[in-house]
Nanobody, 125 residues
Framework: QVQLVESGGGLVQAGGSLRLSCAASGSIFSINTMGWYRQAPGKQRELVAHITSGATTTYADSVKGRFTIARDNGRNTVTLQMNSLKPEDTAVYYC???????????????????WGQGTQVTVSS
């Protein structure tokens, strides 16, 4: 069983900072691209940032210069450092992995499009 679990959400005032973490659990061999998405009330889920296995990053224009995504392949984690938070950043944030290769007994298998359960980020004015 391979799962993603997010942590680090909470309530913060505008201008403050939060750091979100996502850990993949299970007998993991490798993870391809990992990313953070968010969904605000009444809106569709959108990409915030993603990072490839080679550490190439991509950011939504709305968060460039404020958010930083990073990963630790040894720990199978991805983080999102969020600075200068704005009320419009309020959303449920979800961790994603597009492909995870894992051990099933002695065999390697791959699963696709994993999602965490989400963590709430609320930014007050």
């Amino acid at each position: 069983q391979v799962q993603l679990v997010e942590s680090g959400g909470g309530l913060v005032q505008a201008g403050g900072s939060l750091r979100l973490s996502c850990a993949a659990s299970g007998s993991i061999f490798s993870i391809n691209t990992m990313g953070w998405y968010r969904q605000a009330p009444g809106k569709q889920r959108e990409l915030v940032a993603h990072i490839t296995s080679g550490a190439t990053t991509t950011y939504a224009d709305s968060v460039k210069g404020r958010f930083t995504i990073a990963r630790d392949n040894g720990r199978n984690t991805v983080t999102l450092q969020m600075n200068s938070l704005k009320p419009e950043d309020t959303a449920v944030y979800y961790c994603n992995a597009d492909q995870i290769t894992y051990y099933d007994g002695r065999n390697l298998r791959s699963g696709y499009n994993y999602w965490g359960q989400g963590t709430q980020v609320t930014v007050s004015s």
